[in-house]
T-cell receptor
Framework: DGGITQSPKYLFRKEGQNVTLSCEQN?????MYWYRQDPGQGLRLIYY???????QKGDIAEGYSVSREKKESFPLTVTSAQKNPTAFYLC??????????????FGEGSRLTVL | AQSVTQLDSQVPVFEEAPVELRCNYS??????LFWYVQYPNQGLQLLLK??????LVKGINGFEAEFNKSQTSFHLRKPSVHISDTAEYFC??????????????FGKGTHLIIQP
């Protein structure tokens, strides 16, 4: 089935540890995004990438890093520099041409809890 | 810069009653508007979108929304809600119809609570 796979679904980490969230897609979409969701705050953009080996910071990039070595994959690393990393993280994709005008497609999310 | 305001953080409604979830946006250029639904611990699913043409847009699950340019609004409506409509609803805006990589700007969400 075509879609976006995020893993792990739930993740616990100790303070001071880096953690990497995986996002894989087989929709053949060019653009990929990471959003952070906190209760009552909506979704805020962390990073996005339009093509392989290129990515741009979003509104809240501090304490995060990404890579885009393959079109299908856009992993997010939450570093120890992120002061409040406990949140729900959502990966999304967008086709830059074709019928799905401007629509973002979302994965099921990863919930990170810092102990 | 663009922004989205969802005026109600929570809307309780009795089952089979009508509902309207309000969304206002601000932008100095033409925009494209979206409504998404999120069930607990899941990703977001597109309900409907407005890109151009008719201002009344019909979506999945019996929802519809009307684009009002003069009032900069895109309110979501359903004539009769069901228990299964209990979820978080997000309004989102983009200045890009699809050719660019800019993401969407989201409102803070409205929690729709259906009471039996």
């Amino acid at each position: 089935d075509g879609g976006i796979t995020q893993s792990p679904k739930y993740l616990f980490r100790k303070e001071g540890q880096n953690v990497t969230l995986s996002c894989e897609q087989n929709l053949n979409h060019d653009a990929m995004y990471w959003y952070r969701q906190d209760p009552g705050q909506g979704l805020r953009l962390i990073y996005y990438s339009q093509i392989v080996n290129d990515f741009q910071k979003g509104d809240i990039a501090e304490g995060y890093s990404v890579s885009r070595e393959k079109k299908e994959s856009f992993p997010l690393t939450v570093t120890s520099a992120q002061k409040n990393p406990t949140a729900f993280y959502l990966c999304a994709t967008k086709a830059l041409a074709g019928a799905a005008h401007g629509e973002l497609f979302f994965g099921e999310g990863s919930r990170l809890t810092v102990l | 810069a663009q922004s989205v305001t969802q005026l109600d953080s929570q809307v309780p409604v009795f089952e089979e009653a009508p509902v309207e979830l309000r969304c206002n946006y601000s932008s100095s250029v033409s925009v494209y508007l979206f409504w998404y639904v999120q069930y607990p611990n899941q990703g977001l699913q597109l309900l409907l979108k407005y890109l151009s043409g008719s201002t009344l847009v019909k979506g999945i699950n019996g929802f519809e929304a009307e684009f009002n340019k003069s009032q900069t609004s895109f309110h979501l409506r359903k004539p009769s809600v069901h228990i299964s409509d209990t979820a978080e609803y997000f309004c989102a805006v983009s200045q890009d119809s699809g050719g660019g990589a800019d993401g969407l700007t989201f409102g803070k969400g409205t929690h729709l609570i259906i009471q039996p």
